[in-house]
């Protein structure tokens, strides 16, 4: 079956160095689009990046990543880490065989002063 | 404002106790899910509502079900909650097929002590 593999669970960065959280879907079927979610502590998960095209660039707070449906990876990317954006990231493709998202076990990412 | 609405936050039963738990959104949408999220393992999904009456099982469906009477409105019933079923409970809703994106409600953290 379908599955999505996540970064290892927990990413520690120190303030102003880049970080990358990997991404990869394991499907037969065809990539349709990625998401990326963020969920700060004791908030609900909210979309932080999505992207249906494929070889495009996709920004949003700061963060990109680029959507390579040969591959199907969508890595997520921040040249500077902000100690704002310690959360748990989700990645959640879709593909042609399924009419839901499959959400990767997250990654807990910790930005240290 | 468009959002997803849990109702209650927060809330602790015994075991074999019945539980509802409620989510309502106020942006039409045709798509509404049922998570739950444990350390580890992510956001699973338990149901998912195309519409009205037009329910399907998720990847762990069991010891639970849903009821969905209108469309704005979408609920989780646990029958004999057991204190495997403790978790954090997140409703979410979409505007079409689950591939577009999810907006999620707050949670319900449930204790079944």
């Known amino acids: 079956g379908d599955s999505v593999t996540q970064t290892e669970g927990l990413v520690t960065v120190t303030e102003g160095l880049p970080v990358k959280l990997n991404c990869t879907y394991q499907t037969t079927y065809l990539t349709i689009a990625f998401f990326w979610y963020v969920q700060y502590l004791n908030e609900a998960p909210q979309v932080l990046l999505k992207s249906s095209t494929d070889n495009k660039r996709t920004e949003h707070q700061g963060f990109h990543a680029t959507l390579h449906k040969s591959s199907s990876s969508f890595h997520l990317q921040k040249s500077s880490a902000q100690l704002s954006d310690s959360a748990l990231y989700y990645c959640a493709p879709a593909s042609s065989g399924s009419w839901q998202l499959i959400f990767g076990s997250g990654t807990q990412l910790t930005v240290m002063p | ?113």
């Open chain 2, 1 to 113: 404002d468009m959002k997803v609405t849990q109702m209650p936050r927060y809330l602790i039963k015994r075991m074999g106790e019945n539980v509802l738990l409620e989510c309502g959104q106020d942006m039409s949408h045709e798509t509404m899910y049922w998570y739950r999220q444990d350390p580890g393992l992510g956001l699973q999904l338990i149901y998912i509502s195309y519409d009205v009456d037009s329910n399907s099982e998720g990847d762990i469906p069991k010891g639970y079900r849903v009821s969905r009477k209108k469309r704005e409105h979408f609920s989780l019933i646990l029958d004999s909650a057991k204190t495997n079923q403790t978790s954090v409970y997140f409703c979410a809703s979409s505007p079409g097929t689950g591939r577009d994106t999810l907006y999620f409600g707050a949670g319900t953290r449930l204790s079944v002590l």
